[in-house]
């Protein structure tokens, strides 16, 4: 009578040995949900499927009511790369460039994305990006890296510019004939074209700190700007530069023009500059109420949409309002176009 028992036992303890032993499949992981007021944000534009906020986790949203509610872009890749910057060329086509190489494309105003480009191996940043005069797009980023897609970006290749180090790549920015243009990075990285993006020339490092953007004033006038406050203007199409006046020692990531010539710059601390003599002199006009503004996009109904590293801020413009009382005209949001 004990050895059926027995082998009864023997058959459990061996079925329970399996089943403490034997690999097991771990439940996926839930999907993160992140609310935009506290998402940390880089990049936002408008377009025809309305307004893009871009950041944390690789999300990217849209929203079809001027930020009143919010969905999520279909991205045919499971990501969770952060994403640095939102680029169009016009509302309807147009780049997402993120960490470990990520680049997303998009034909229809950023509802859809499709993945392009991703480097696990490298894990580089790319920082921004634009479409040249011979049709082409060129992304920047980190370590100097460079890439050119001749097939309306579907497909990328290293780049090369004579003379250029690894520093880190931040901002590309053309004039608005696209006949001049400027690179700008780490450690006063800068190179200038003059002759539509056909060939480079890497200029004399003027600033030994990080340059984050730069925008085009007319004419042979730039504006470059960056870490702590620095602000250097050229009158000689980028071959030359002199510190401007700038009255808060904090770092700058974002533009925009007015219709009148103005230039705001926004970066750390919510801090909104303004410029009305092409930017010789800045003052302080606005501190928004969230954190660092890493990018703006101006509202159907004159409002600014701030992006920020907490969350999204959207704003009247009378709280920016500058010197001459000029409508603020989102010139920024063309990539390729200052």
Do not use: C
Not at 51 to 76: C, F, H, M, R
Not at 243 to 255: G, M, N, R, T
């Amino acid at each position: 009578m004990r050895t059926p028992v027995g082998v009864a036992m023997s058959i459990a303890i061996a079925a329970a040995a399996y089943i403490a032993f034997s690999p097991r499949a771990l439940p996926p992981i839930e999907t993160v949900h992140i609310p935009v007021q506290d998402m940390q944000l880089n990049g936002i534009e408008r377009t025809s499927s309305g307004l893009l906020i871009a950041g944390e986790l690789g999300k990217i949203l849209v929203s079809q009511d001027q930020g009143n509610t919010w969905t999520e872009a279909q991205i045919d890749q499971n990501r969770q790369a952060l994403i640095t910057r939102l680029m169009f060329v016009d509302e309807r086509n147009g780049l997402a460039l993120g960490h470990e190489g990520w680049i997303l494309r998009t034909e229809d105003g950023g509802r859809t994305w499709s993945e392009t480009a991703f480097d696990e191996s490298n894990g580089e940043p790319l920082m921004s990006a634009a479409r040249l005069p011979d049709g082409n797009w060129l992304v920047i980023g980190a370590f100097g890296r460079l890439l050119l897609s001749t097939d309306d970006r579907k497909t990328w290749e290293d780049f090369s510019i004579p003379g250029l180090t690894d520093w880190h790549l931040n901002a590309i920015a053309s004039s608005g004939d696209q006949q001049q243009w400027l690179i700008v990075g780490e450690a006063g990285t800068a190179l200038r074209s003059v002759d539509k993006a056909g060939s480079w020339e890497v200029i004399e490092p003027f600033y030994n700190g990080s340059l984050y953007g730069a925008v085009h004033l007319g004419g042979d006038v730039w504006i470059t700007y960056g870490m702590r406050g620095h602000v250097f203007r050229s009158e000689d199409a980028g071959l030359t530069w002199q510190e401007s006046k700038v009255p808060a020692p904090v770092s700058l990531y974002s533009h925009l023009t007015t219709q009148g010539g103005e230039l705001l710059l926004f970066g750390q601390g919510g801090l909104v500059l303004s410029s009305a003599d092409s930017g010789k002199v800045f003052r302080v006009v606005q501190r928004a109420e969230r954190g660092a503004i890493t990018d703006v996009a101006l509202m159907p109904d004159g409002r600014l949409a701030l992006a920020t590293d907490g969350g999204l801020d959207i704003i009247a413009p009378t709280r920016v309002a500058g010197t001459n009382g000029s409508q603020i005209n989102a010139s920024r949001s063309k990539a390729g176009e200052s």
